[in-house]
């Protein structure tokens, strides 16, 4: 277990942990959640003694093997091909390997007693190295690189060959695959397409150890997490749930701290009150006194957090245009004139209509969106623009590129310089700068404040067709949320890019999978773009729903949910038979697991609920080592049974 005894840490005037205390039990999988800069990156510092307390104390078990996925890459020996680089994931196993080479060696010449001792000590060496998972370790980075999107063909290449994003890529893999007993992943996601997201998310679901997962992305920790540590204000709240019994959780807390805020704000005022008024009168002395002791006694109340800042979001409404946005007919690009990254790629994008463009990174997402915001000029093909269409693009890049001394109102006015200051301020007042925030300089704002100054200056142009590239880089779960909800409510078209599931399920209500220098068409949200590409890996053909230009339908790319699967060939009747007996068996293996899960699920929602009963007579510490131990073993039959569906192609 790890223990936070009343620890704090300050760094400069900024006190990021104030006395804090909690408690993370051996198994649980915890999600770490909480406003940037809050000090998230900070407690896994503190534990794994990357920085000291200030004051109070840090506790883990002795020999407890921890892996740590940083937000940064960390240095490393880097030499070497991305393969060998993962595959270094433990150290000592390199220096039992050699031993082992040694001894091996050494018993050619040895005898008697000696070389009783070193077969034994070569024993002794190689339980070690597999209780470490030597003997596997190149198959299991082998998997996981494919899982995250490297090629077979890529592995022997020099890691330093690669960008800093497919390096984050393969750091992630080498902490994976070491197996530790304490995971602990700061924004794994952050540098992931979706279909590594989804891989992910599967593989993690498999860790049983202890497992510390600080991420913005709902769906990572909906899907794998069982308890959540809220840090915000120096505080941190550990809640015995996922993150969506947290949010119930949160809003009941913060109202409770609300009412008792509330309330002692009006005791104190009564108190001080009482004694200004009556403390220059001798006859009220004793009174005065007896109220100033109260004031002294009066248990301070800290106000609730305020709620995010980018709540504020208001898309202003689209102006007028007509049914057709953009028509897109063989359209071809390539950079070099070489290599086509799209070709003979045809749209049809309709009016309101939100798209979301999906695909490994690559394979020509954002040159697509450049492409439809005229930023690149196609070699080939035809771009037409709907009837009074209008177009506001946001890059990948633009909170990078803003002008940091340039103030927020000339960054916005310089887009248009005719609108007059007094319409520049509103609309900056919209979007959560109001009075003299305007005055602010680019170079302090925070990534959520940097994504609503970009709307803005979208906005004093205000268009109906928006094309945003990455629009939740930077920004908070409550930012994410917010973005959603507003480009969900928004009357005008739509079309971005995001690595994150939830904000892809919950904005877009179209697909548009980029892949093989082609896009095909779903015109429905994630979930059926994730069942159409199942159907797509598993059927003979394209299904006919879909529609999109050089579609290939004999040679479908990777996708979310598949699994490699080989081609069906003729058997023999014999054969036939014996194969749909072992089907047969595997369905009804896959009804037993999900009994298994139901059964599972219903114990946990009666611990959960007695969990949040607040019943002083219940053993709380016994209840939540029951739960802990359902939830490992409700994740290990969903594991299971996802494997299975897998097999089968359920």
């Given at each position: ?59 883990l ?12 890459l ?15 994931a ?44 030597g ?6 980075a ?77 769906y ?43 309330n002692y ?88 209509q ?8 690559g ?10 915001a ?49 319409d ?55 930012g ?29 209500d ?141």
């Open positions: 277990m790890i223990d936070f005894i009343q620890v704090s840490k300050r760094f400069g005037t900024q006190e990021v942990l104030d006395k804090v205390s909690f408690r993370v039990n051996a198994g649980e999988h915890v999600g770490v959640v909480g406003p940037n800069g809050a000090g998230k990156s900070t407690i896994f510092s503190l534990i794994t003694d990357e920085l000291s307390t200030d004051s109070g104390e840090v506790s078990p002795k020999n407890v093997r921890i892996g740590h996925l940083h937000q940064q960390h240095a490393h020996a880097q030499d070497g091909s991305v393969l060998d680089y993962t595959t270094n433990i150290p000592e196993l390199k220096t039992i390997e050699a031993e082992i080479y040694k001894l091996e060696h050494d018993l050619l010449e040895a005898s008697g007693a000696e070389q009783e001792h070193k077969l034994h000590r070569l024993g002794d060496l190689q339980h070690d190295f597999e209780h470490l998972g003997y596997d370790m190149k198959a299991r082998e998997a996981a690189l494919s899982g995250l999107g490297f090629k077979e063909s890529e592995f022997g290449n020099p890691f330093r060959s690669f960008s800093g994003g497919w390096q984050m890529r393969a750091e992630l893999v080498r902490t994976l695959i070491a197996q530790p007993d304490v995971l602990m992943l700061d924004e794994p996601s952050n540098y992931l397409d979706l279909p590594a997201v989804e891989w992910l998310q599967r593989f993690l679901r498999g860790f049983d150890g202890t497992m510390l997962l600080i991420s913005h992305d709902r990572l920790l909906e899907s794998l997490t069982d308890r959540t540590l809220e840090i915000s204000g120096g505080r941190v709240v550990k809640y015995t749930g996922g993150y969506t019994y947290y949010l119930k959780e949160r809003e009941q807390r913060h109202a409770q701290q609300a009412a008792a805020y509330r704000v009006e005791q104190k005022e009564h108190l001080e009150r009482f004694i200004n008024r009556f403390r220059a009168k001798a006859s009220k002395a004793s009174l005065v006194q007896s109220r100033i002791k109260m004031l002294e006694k009066l248990d301070v109340v800290r106000q609730p957090a305020s709620g995010n800042s980018l709540s504020k979001l208001r898309i202003p409404p689209p102006p007028h245009c007509g049914a057709q946005i953009m028509s897109v007919d063989n359209m071809s690009f390539s950079y070099d004139e070489q290599r086509w990254i799209l070709r003979d790629v045809s749209l049809d994008i309709g009016h309101g939100k798209i979301a463009l999906v695909g490994f990174n394979m020509g997402k954002t040159t697509l969106l450049r492409v439809l005229g930023a690149l000029t196609p070699q080939e093909g035809t771009l037409r623009m709907g009837h009074k269409v209008v177009l506001g693009y946001q890059s990948q890049d633009f909170a990078e590129t803003m002008p940091p001394n340039q103030t927020l109102l000339e960054i916005v006015r310089s887009a248009n310089s005719a609108v007059q200051e007094r520049v301020r509103g609309l900056l007042g919209s979007f959560g700068f109001p009075g003299d925030a305007v005055n602010k300089r680019s170079g302090v704002l925070s990534g959520g404040e940097k994504i609503r100054l970009a709307f803005a200056r979208i906005f004093i142009n205000p268009p109906n067709f928006l094309l945003l590239d990455e629009p939740t880089t930077n920004l908070d779960i409550q994410r949320e917010a973005l959603e909800n507003a480009i969900r409510d928004y009357k005008g078209t739509v079309c971005f890019v995001s690595h994150d599931v939830a904000f892809v399920r919950g904005a877009a179209h697909i548009i999978s980029v892949a093989d220098t082609a896009v095909t068409e779903f015109p429905g949200g994630y979930d059926y773009y994730l069942e159409k590409m199942g159907q797509l890996e598993t059927g003979p053909e394209v299904s006919g729903s879909a529609k999109g230009g050089n579609v290939k339908s004999q040679k479908s790319s990777p996708t979310l949910n598949s699994v490699a699967q080989a081609p069906v060939l003729s058997v023999n009747p014999k054969e036939a038979r014996r194969l749909r007996a072992l089907e047969r068996e595997a369905q009804q293996s896959l009804k037993k697991l999900e009994t298994e899960m139901h059964k599972l699920q219903a114990e946990q929602q009666v611990l959960n609920e007695q969990m949040a009963s607040g019943d002083p007579d219940l053993d709380y510490a016994a209840l939540g080592i029951q739960l802990a131990q359902i939830n490992k073993k409700l994740n290990a039959a969903e594991a299971h049974w996802l494997e299975e569906a897998d097999r089968l192609g359920a």
